[in-house]
């Protein structure tokens, strides 16, 4: 695991999220504030994303123009922000309801994707990332890529879509994007400790791919002397 603690994670964020898009990948948007933080600073790049394909990590189930909606929030903080060069978007119906939301995503992954280039994932104060909540049966899948979670556990409540962890750590490159205070304790249990389903983030490990944890130094502030900054 590669940990980077940086003034500003979600530049650095940028310009990993832009290599990837020039090179024409595959890339799994997050919800969440620093991911979002991220994605504006790629749109202000001077990036051609026409070759590139971008897909979500997890989504609400609300419908696409709901204010909760992870896809919602990537359009205005990128998508709509790249006239004539637009990738291609593949989101997640989450209006379709979290079962049936899951089995169509999973069809679009099973025709076009067999592993990410670049996942990209947040953490949430209780160590959940995309909508991976701890200790619930979603962790346990082996078979699926994509589930439905009927009740997760933090706000919005609204039933959620999240990718499984094989389809996550078959990734070439995971990339979590995690700033504020209000994090290091997660950071910590997740970064630092052993794989706990109690901290979701720390059963991400990439069976082939790379693993680099972008920090700021206040979600760093935990993370034990020992352990490489
Ligand atoms: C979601 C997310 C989620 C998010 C983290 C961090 O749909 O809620 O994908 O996993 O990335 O909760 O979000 P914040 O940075 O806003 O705390």
């Given at each position: ?6 003034d ?7 310009e990993?999220?832009a ?5 024409g990948?595959h890339?799994?948007?997050a919800g ?6 991220a994605?504006?600073a790629?749109a202000?790049m ?5 070759r590139?394909t ?8 609300v419908p696409p ?12 903080a990128?998508l709509?922000r790249?006239?004539g060069?637009a990738?291609?978007v593949?989101r997640?119906p989450?209006e ?6 899951a ?6 992954l ?6 990410f280039?670049l996942?990209l ?6 160590a959940h990332c995309?909508s991976l909540?701890p200790?619930h049966?979603?962790l346990e899948?082996l078979?699926?890529?994509a589930l439905?979670?009927e009740?997760?556990?933090m706000?919005?409540l609204?039933p959620r879509v999240t990718?499984t962890l094989?389809?996550?750590n078959?990734?070439?490159q995971?990339?979590?994007l995690?700033?504020?205070?209000d ?8 970064f ?14 990439p ?8 920090l ?9 002397a020992?352990a490489p900054?």
């Open positions: 695991m590669e940990r980077l603690v940086r500003d994670p979600a530049a650095v964020g940028a990993r999220i290599a990837v898009a020039v090179a990948g890339i799994a948007l969440g504030s620093t991911p979002r933080s994605y504006d790629a202000a001077d990036v051609d994303w026409s590139c971008l897909w979500f990590s997890d989504e609400r189930c123009d709901d204010e909760r909606s992870n896809y919602a929030m990537a359009r205005a990128l709509d790249l006239p060069r990738p291609q593949r997640i989450g379709l309801g979290p079962h049936a939301a089995e169509a995503y999973e069809r679009l099973g025709d076009e994707v067999p592993r280039d996942m994932l947040g953490l949430g104060p209780d995309a909540f200790h049966p979603a899948e078979r699926r890529r439905g979670v009740q997760p556990g706000e919005p609204v990718l094989p389809a996550i078959a990734a070439r995971v990339l979590f995690v700033a504020g205070a994090k290091a304790g997660a950071v910590a249990r997740a630092a400790g052993s794989p706990d389903p109690a901290a979701p983030a720390s059963l991400v490990a069976v082939d791919g790379s693993l680099t944890v972008l700021d130094a206040a979600a760093a502030a935990q993370l034990p020992e900054r």
